[in-house]
């Protein structure tokens, strides 16, 4: 999830693979109530993820990502054979070209995973929310490096806004705003490695988090043997919300898969602008963290690029249905 998301929440050129047992999406002729629903769900979750990986505030970051893998895959297991996505997963795991890209996939949503937990951890959600406000527009700039994707006049006009106000970011305060660019491109580049693999998303995540959640497991049993880890040492809400973590990454991955098929390609780009904004409010009105004139220098240039690109793509996509 993440579109994730990925975080989680996944953007707009995740949707444009093509899966195998899940089925191609297809543009909707309407925006189902249903679809839609399900899609802002999915994304105002993914928003609020923080709360709950604050709620783990005392167990250590990769500790909690072990756990995210492993539960993860013990929840998508059953989902897999109810979905009857089991024989697509068993063939996915004999196809070496599809393993070796699901590995590399799985290295990068891992490291997003980790990022993201360890930035709310650590009082830094205002600069995760940056990052998945950003990432749209790397979106746009890995397909015309990528993919030789042609820009139009606004979509490089936004690209220059949101690298304007990073850069100014940089030199007010003197380092990178490393956390929200290593969540842009991570998932950034998630979504266009897996745009090459014939897998829809659960199949997807699945042999992503099995790949994962070997060594993953190897630690825990080690950790839990040496008498360090959290999971059973701590308490009993420690132990179910480090097992309900399977749950807060598989619940809006499905809420997504299913409003995505039913709703709009555009209505999904509005829609991703949720998640950021649900962590915006939280980093700034929840958790008190402080938010300077630079700072809001760079999110006004940010999400001017993102108005721009916005409408940019709406006219875009009525003239292809002028056309057709």
């Not at 893998?69 to 979905?83: C, G, K, N, Q, T």
């Not at 904004?277 to 006004?300: D, H, K, M, W």
């Amino acid at each position: 999830m993440s579109r994730h998301m990925p975080n989680d929440d996944p953007s707009e050129a995740s949707l444009r693979k093509a899966p195998v047992r899940e089925g191609r999406i297809q543009p909707a002729s309407v925006d189902s109530p249903a679809g839609l629903l399900s899609a802002t769900v999915s994304f105002l979750l993914w928003g609020l993820a923080p709360i709950y990986w604050k709620a783990l505030l005392h167990v250590p970051s990769y500790e909690i990502l072990l756990h995210r893998i492993v539960w993860s895959f013990i929840v998508l297991m059953p989902i897999l054979a109810w979905s009857r996505n089991g024989k697509a997963f068993a063939d996915a795991l004999c196809r070496p070209a599809t393993m070796g890209i699901l590995a590399g996939t799985a290295l990068l949503v891992s490291g997003n995973w980790l990022i993201f937990i360890w930035a709310v951890n650590h009082d830094r959600i205002l600069e995760t929310s940056l990052g998945y406000y950003i990432n749209p527009l790397v979106n746009i700039l890995l397909g015309m490096i990528f993919l030789r994707e042609r820009l139009r006049r606004a979509q490089w006009f936004a690209v220059v806004l949101a690298a304007a106000g990073v850069l100014t970011m940089t030199v007010c305060y003197g380092n990178i705003p490393w956390v929200s660019l290593a969540l842009a491109f991570s998932f950034g580049f998630y979504g266009l490695v897996r745009k090459v693999a014939p897998v829809g998303p659960v199949v997807g995540l699945s042999v992503e988090t099995l790949m994962l959640s070997l060594p993953a497991s190897a630690v825990l049993v080690w950790m839990n043997l040496q008498g360090q880890g959290a999971f059973l040492h701590i308490d009993r809400t420690t132990d179910l919300l480090l097992a309900a973590c399977g749950l807060v990454t598989t619940i809006p991955l499905l809420c997504f898969t299913f409003g995505a098929r039913r709703i709009h390609l555009t209505t999904v780009g509005f829609l991703q602008y949720l998640a950021p904004s649900c962590t915006f409010l939280l980093a700034v009105f929840v958790y008190n963290e402080p938010i300077g004139r630079v700072q809001v220098f760079t999110f006004v240039m940010i999400w001017a690029a993102l108005a721009l690109n916005s409408a940019d793509s709406i006219r875009y996509h009525r003239r292809l249905r002028r056309i057709s």
